[in-house]
Each structure stands twice: as C-alpha cells, then as structure tokens.
C-alpha cells in the first residue's frame, strides 16, 4: 500500500516584505532564509512535483521572529492541506494569551526555540518558571510542544517531561547527537533514555540522515538503535536549503530509503510514525 508523504518541518519566507517585515530572533537572519528563501507559493509546487501530500509548516523563527503571520495567512488559504507551528515568547506576561490566539489561527503546534545557526549554544530559559504558563496552557489545549535544544538542556527537558506528563513533546533533529563512532552509540545515550518518557517523539530530520552516514555511523545500526526508544517522527525537509526542481524530484525516492533503511529493522515503528505526523499536528 503506497503510504502518504507529510512534510513536518518546511519552513516558508515570503517576498513581500513590507507586509511580512523581518525581524529575526536574535537580530540576526538565517542564511538559508536570506539566501535560499522559497515561498509559500513555490513550495506549493515542489510538493505537488515530489508527491507530498500534507505539511505542518514551520513559522522561521530566525526571520520573523514571533510574528507568525506568514504562516497564519498561508495555513489559512489552504487549511485541507497545511497546518502550522507557531512560536511566541514563552517568558511574556501574556504568552498565553499570544497561544490562544495563533491556535486560534489553526495553527496546531508550538515551537520553543531555544538554539539554532544564528543562536549558537543553549538558551538557560527551559528552567525558567516564567515559562511554566506557556507549557500550561499548551497542555489544556491539547497541542504538542516542539523544542530545537542541544544535549545540554536535557536535565531542564526532563523537568518540565516529568511536570507535564500528558503534554506531547517533539525534539527537532534529534538534537544532533554525536554519532561517529558507530553502534551502540555511546555519545547518543542522553536521547535514548528519553525513551522512558511516553510523551516524547523524537523528529528525524535531514540532518538525521546525513550524520548517519558519517564515520562508523550506519542508517541502519543508528535506527535499529534508536527505534527501541522513542517514537520518531520523519521528516521530508522543505525545499528552501538548496532545493530544486531536480532535487524535489528525488524526494519520494528519498522517503523510500528513509523508510526501508532506518527502519527496515522494524515494521511497527515505520506504521506508527506515519500515523503520528498526522496525529501531533492535526493533519
């Protein structure tokens, strides 16, 4: 049966930047942004090209900030195909009120972005208790938090996955785990003792699938290992770092081997991870 491909992690910039201004996090906007931008519209047509059916698009934290129009308006437009994930400052007063109102925009989940290219290192807030409204509030919505950390905030995680058992908590990219020297995988047991949380669900990413292949590292051995922790989630990364037309070609087949080489080990899981993409973001 051919399985249905969803995108959860495309990140969209516009082109009018008079009604979407720039405002990066940080004061500082993404080069992939800057210099591979690909519209909502352009990205309409590669997923069309590659056979993506669905996608949860990620707001860009490091162009907009935590002003989520653009995806707001996108999501809007077409609301039987995409859904988004927003961000807000989860230290503000009003933090919860600012969910409320981009979950009222039919947007379905919220990021925490607390490290990435143009904020290098770990942001020390995920122990804040200003932050603790913010899970609250995602918690009686019934909306999953995602949150692009490092190894370094996992005691912090672990806190808040303890206080917020029912709160479903996605860890983009895996937080990048060393894993050059191979099976077992030593340097990635922080992510795997995440498995004892049920509410976690860890995002395979492009970047997964690249550093599986480096030095001792295998897509196969690191699934094998990783697929007796947590749930995963793949992800059909979004044109915008180097797409083109040639490259979105290759995107089915690219699912293809994501699928039968990271998880060819164990069927379950490949069942399991489909339904969750539509399942965490309402797609």
Not at 224 to 246: F, M, V
Request: proline share 10%; glycine share 6%; net charge positive.
């Amino acid at each position: 049966m051919p399985s249905t491909i969803i995108d959860i992690h495309p990140h969209i910039i516009s082109s009018d930047t008079k009604r979407y201004p720039l405002a990066p996090l940080g004061g500082k906007q993404s080069g992939w942004s800057r210099d591979r931008p690909v519209t909502f519209e352009q990205y309409i047509a590669a997923m069309d090209e590659a056979g993506v059916a669905k996608a949860a698009i990620v707001h860009a934290s490091t162009s907009y900030g935590f002003d989520n129009s653009y995806v707001a308006d996108s999501v809007a437009s077409r609301p039987e195909r995409f859904t988004g994930v927003f961000s807000v400052d989860v230290l503000a007063p009003d933090a919860a009120e600012r969910i409320r109102y981009w979950v009222g925009k039919n947007l379905s989940g919220l990021r925490l972005f607390t490290t990435g290219s143009t904020m290098p290192g770990q942001a020390p807030w995920l122990e804040d208790p200003r932050l603790l409204p913010a899970w609250e509030c995602a918690g009686e919505l019934g909306i999953p938090i995602c949150v692009q950390m490092t190894p370094a905030a996992v005691p912090q995680l672990t806190q808040l996955l303890t206080r917020y058992p029912k709160i479903r908590v996605i860890i983009d990219h895996l937080m990048k785990p060393p894993i050059e020297d191979g099976p077992p995988y030593p340097g990635a047991s922080f992510l795997f003792d995440l498995a004892r949380y049920e509410n976690v669900y860890l995002k395979l990413t492009s970047r997964s699938v690249t550093e599986a292949r480096r030095g001792k590292a295998t897509p196969e051995s690191f699934a094998l290992r990783a697929s007796r922790g947590a749930p995963t989630i793949p992800h059909r990364k979004a044109p915008c770092r180097g797409w083109s037309p040639k490259r979105a070609q290759r995107l089915p087949r690219c699912h293809s081997r994501i699928r039968s080489g990271f998880y060819a080990a164990r069927r379950r899981p490949c069942i399991l991870l489909l339904r969750t993409n539509e399942e965490e973001y309402g797609i």
